[in-house]
């Protein structure tokens, strides 16, 4: 079963193209990357997929309705970029992560026992639970970057959605990050969606790789798409992740 | 205890703390927002009320519930201009601020001979609350209240991160629109007390305050609603025992617990360094 679609979308700003004819979709317990150069629309496609933008043309589905009718948010677990949340917010770990669990607990009502063992569940999940009640900017990058993770794991998701989750994070918590989420695919079949910059380091982890650059330019497995030919006709020459694969 | 003798007294010191509890209550959602001129754009709006009843000569009963209407109608005009425009806060809330302001003064010059209502108005006169004022005071609190225990929680992501509350499948708009609503009617009941110059400052400084030393959002905001209380109990006692204006007397407090806080952390982060730096020469 697909868990998004995208049928012959187009979204423009302005009367500017963001995206063109995009046709995607992404089956239950799949890993997916989502690459392309900066300004390629990555950032709008999972906007569009969260339904935070509406498309100007075609069809944005999740798990088989349109995204506007589309009312069990709490089966999608989200994680911005980290700037989403200001550096002087004035909470702790816990109380970040329990956001996560609003969605399922409904407006009005309060969080129950078992709500609370859910975000514990989740703060255990990724090695935060001895830190839940220190404030979330005494945190490194990377542990701020996992409280977000537990925070989108607090509403038990089926998919979770990562944009460019890595930005920021020091080198040496990268591969700790790739391993929790492939745990969290393999072990939990969560569904992930993963807007990545990082085309290095991507490919030993996912499923498949979508290469977006205003349309939908190539996908297919990390093997077939992470080939210099691709990653030329993507970035360019110049980039890093270029030249290390020649 | 003596100035409890008075009705007068009483009244005030019952409208002071309900205000004093509110006004930080609201104001931690708009200065996590960086919202905190909101407050002080609605009172410059609601400014344009009392303008307006006077020019209309209406009785001096039915002008706070004149003031909570153009209050309410101003809030959302902010909000709806908010969402709709590209323009920054700040630059939305100094546009709002002068339109009300100008509206005001229009207002109060068609008007002739009002110059009473608007010092009141401007600085507040808690003393001469009456029982008509107060009652408004204590329903507006129990709605405000009412709503803030409903929906503390979604107003709490909201502010920490809209667009995740968003995903989460909250009504975001319908709960922003909700929340100017509440802050709009706090100020409107306010301004009697505290006038439109000090509200802003009440829901403000205990905030300010309290993020000083606050290590939650829970803990920073009960926090700053014990002192937003404290504020304005030892206010209102400087004011009746020195014969100072009140709502100057409650902010000047509020402002003391600040720089209090805030001295106190410099100093704690000063012998924090000069502790690690000892035990580094060692």
């Known amino acids: 079963m697909n868990v998004v679609e995208l049928r012959d979308m187009y979204f423009a700003y302005n009367d500017k193209v963001i995206l063109e004819n995009i046709n995607l979709s992404v089956e239950r317990g799949e890993f997916m990357a989502l690459i392309g150069p900066n300004g390629s629309g990555k950032s709008t496609l999972v906007k569009l997929v969260l339904g935070l933008l509406q498309p100007t043309q075609g069809q944005v589905l999740l798990y088989g309705a349109s995204v506007n009718k589309f009312n069990e948010w709490y089966r999608v677990g989200y994680v911005p970029q980290k700037a989403a949340l200001t550096s002087k917010f004035p909470a702790t770990v816990k109380e970040v992560v329990a956001t996560g669990r609003f969605g399922r607990v409904g407006l009005g009502h309060r969080l129950r026992q078992d709500d609370w063992k859910s975000i514990e569940e989740a703060l255990e999940m990724v090695g935060l639970i001895s830190l839940q009640h220190c404030p979330l900017v005494e945190l490194s990058g990377g542990q701020q970057q996992r409280a977000f993770i537990a925070r989108a794991l607090a509403s038990s998701p089926d998919i979770l959605i990562l944009d460019e989750p890595q930005v920021g994070l020091d080198d040496r918590y990268v591969y700790d990050f790739y391993r929790l989420l492939q745990q969290l695919n393999k072990e939990q079949n969560i569904t992930i969606i993963m807007v990545s910059h990082d085309v290095g380091a991507i490919g030993s982890w996912v499923d498949r790789i979508a290469c977006l650059n205003r349309k939908l330019v190539c996908q297919g497995s990390p093997h077939d798409i992470l080939t210099p030919y691709n990653l030329n006709h993507i970035y360019g020459t110049d980039h890093p992740a270029v030249a290390g694969l020649h | 205890m003596a100035m409890l003798q008075y009705d007068f007294m009483v009244r005030a010191l019952i409208?002071?703390?309900?205000?004093?509890?509110?006004?930080?209550?609201?104001?931690?959602?708009?200065v996590i927002r960086r919202y905190s001129f909101m407050a002080d754009t609605i009172a410059h709006i609601s400014l344009a009320g009392v303008a307006i009843g006077l020019w209309m000569g209406v009785a001096s009963s039915v002008t706070p519930l004149l003031i909570l209407v153009v209050a309410v109608l101003g809030a959302l005009?902010?909000?709806?201009?908010?969402?709709?425009?590209?323009?920054?806060?700040?630059a939305l809330l100094a546009l709002m601020m002068s339109g009300g302001l100008a509206l005001a003064i229009i207002f109060f010059g068609l008007a002739k001979g009002g110059a009473l209502d608007i010092t009141s108005y401007l600085f507040?006169?808690?003393m001469t609350v009456n029982s008509g004022d107060l009652k408004l005071i204590l329903i507006v609190a129990g709605i405000v209240l009412l709503f803030l225990v409903l929906l503390y929680k979604e107003?709490?992501?909201?502010?920490?991160?809209?667009?995740?509350?968003?995903?989460?499948?909250?009504?975001?708009?319908r709960l922003n629109r909700i929340f100017i609503f509440l802050v709009a009617l706090t100020v409107a009941v306010s301004l009697r007390v505290v006038g439109t110059l000090l509200v802003g400052a009440l829901m403000v400084i205990p905030v300010l305050a309290s993020l000083i030393i606050?290590?939650?959002?829970k803990q920073v905001f009960y926090l700053s609603l014990v002192l937003g209380v404290i504020a304005t109990l030892l206010g209102l006692t400087a004011s009746y025992q020195f014969g100072l204006a009140a709502g100057g007397c409650v902010v000047l407090t509020a402002l003391f617990f600040f720089a209090l806080f805030y001295a106190l952390k410099q100093l704690l982060t000063y012998f924090k360094r000069h502790n690690a730096l000892q035990k580094d020469k060692q």
């Open chain 2, 155 to 173: 107003l709490y992501f909201i502010c920490s991160d809209e667009e995740s509350a968003r995903v989460s499948g909250l009504p975001v708009d």
């Open chain 2, 77 to 90: 005009t902010v909000d709806h201009l908010r969402t709709r425009t590209s323009l920054s806060a700040d």
């Open chain 2, 214 to 217: 606050g290590r939650s959002f």
């Open chain 2, 124 to 126: 507040g006169s808690l």
């Open chain 2, 15 to 30: 409208a002071g703390l309900v205000i004093g509890m509110l006004c930080p209550a609201l104001g931690m959602f708009l």
